[in-house]
Nanobody, 117 residues
């Protein structure tokens, strides 16, 4: 199982980023996936989850209306579209092969997102 994230970077408040998570080594179409973030010095936070079909089943209140998760089965890729970014969105973002995400045995190394003016 391999999960590799990309797309992070530094952005000003109000800006947008799209994160990608390329999956390999398992049948991507059969698994739920989750984006998790962890800010420095804080506990991990489940951001958003999709079930195997790609149906969204969870969006954290803190990102509702701003972030959108999607799953492209043909490309074996999970996305997180992040709009109207805020300072408090600064964190390491990683994808996990899990319906919950936090504590998942299979996760990627993550990509850093920094929101700064």
């Amino acid at each position: 199982v391999q999960l590799v994230e990309s797309g992070g970077g530094m952005v000003q408040p109000g800006g947008s980023l799209r994160l990608s998570c390329v999956a390999s080594g398992f049948p991507f179409e059969n698994y739920a996936m989750t984006w998790v973030r962890q800010a420095q010095g804080k506990e991990p936070e489940r951001v958003s989850s999709v079930i195997a079909s790609g149906q969204i089943i969870y969006v954290a209140d803190s990102v509702k209306g701003r972030f959108t998760i999607s799953k492209d089965i043909a490309k074996n890729t999970l996305y997180l579209q992040m709009d109207n970014l805020k300072f408090e969105d600064t964190a390491l973002y990683y994808c996990a092969r899990s319906i919950i995400g936090i504590g998942a045995p299979f996760r990627g190394p993550g990509t850093h997102v920094t929101v700064s003016s």
